[in-house]
């Protein structure tokens, strides 16, 4: 199996003096559904950030499909969608035109983009709402918009940073079949969530990050084994609170 994601000695610090990575190293298998843990301020939004070009790191390295991030990081930047924590879109656009104009950042032509968008709506439950405009859509049809915006260039890579945050029961469970079924299809999906048990649910794998370092990777089912977790949650508490 390939290598989707390399990331080797990763570390940046800020011009505070802030060390939010201390040489972070992982690797994550193509075709994944890979969870990337740890409490806030750990350094997930700082990995995240690099990769995606919103950040310079200080040291260490990163590969996509094999791609330098170093020395291709526009190529990089093409493999990648990204679904934010926060609502970074217009809200005073069309549903539509978001998906259609986050395409025409990756030079595709609004000829192709547009039926791209409005599949990747319906597929979302979105359709009907295409020329609405997004400040009146509900917080769990504005999470799907964003979903909706990261996929239109279809990424090989899927970065779902906090996805299912202020989504209720039922949203979310929907979001989960979606993101289950986009997996399926081929898409590697880096996961970032503090519902463990989602993780726990729908990822085999995870790197569970505590101030800037590496403190457990592995099987999830190995880890919780190794210590005697019933849950990923227990697991997770348990690595927190060890000095």
């Not at 990089?76 to 998906?99: H, Y």
């Not at 979001?175 to 590697?188: I, P």
Request: proline share 2%; net charge neutral.
């Amino acid at each position: 199996m390939s290598i989707a994601l390399s990331i080797n000695n990763l570390e940046k610090t800020y011009a505070t003096g802030t060390k939010a990575l201390k040489g972070v190293s992982f690797d994550v298998q193509a075709g994944e559904l890979f969870a990337l843990l740890g409490a806030n301020g750990a350094g997930k939004t700082t990995l995240i950030g690099i990769l995606t070009g919103l950040v310079q790191k200080t040291g260490g390295s990163a590969t996509v499909f094999g791609i330098d991030l170093d020395k291709e990081p526009e190529k990089v930047r093409s493999m990648i969608g990204v679904v934010p924590q926060e609502f970074n879109f217009s809200i005073f656009e069309k549903v539509l035109d978001i998906v259609v104009d986050a395409a025409g950042y990756y030079g595709i032509p609004r000829s192709e983009a547009t039926p791209r968008a409005e599949q990747i709506l319906k597929d979302l439950g979105l359709f009907e709402k295409r020329n609405a405009i997004s400040r009146t859509l509900s917080g769990g049809m504005k999470r799907r918009l964003l979903i909706a915006r990261a996929l239109v260039h279809q990424p090989k890579l899927l970065l779902l940073d906090e996805p299912s945050a202020g989504v209720d029961v039922e949203l979310r469970r929907e979001m989960w079949e979606f993101v289950t079924k986009l997996n399926a299809s081929g898409t590697t999906i880096i996961l970032t969530t503090h519902y463990l048990e989602e993780a726990e649910r729908l990822c085999k794998n995870v790197v569970l990050i505590k101030e800037g370092v590496v403190a457990e990777q592995g099987n999830i089912q190995e880890l919780m084994a190794k210590t005697g977790a019933q849950t990923l949650e227990d697991f997770y508490l348990h690595v927190n609170k060890r000095v």
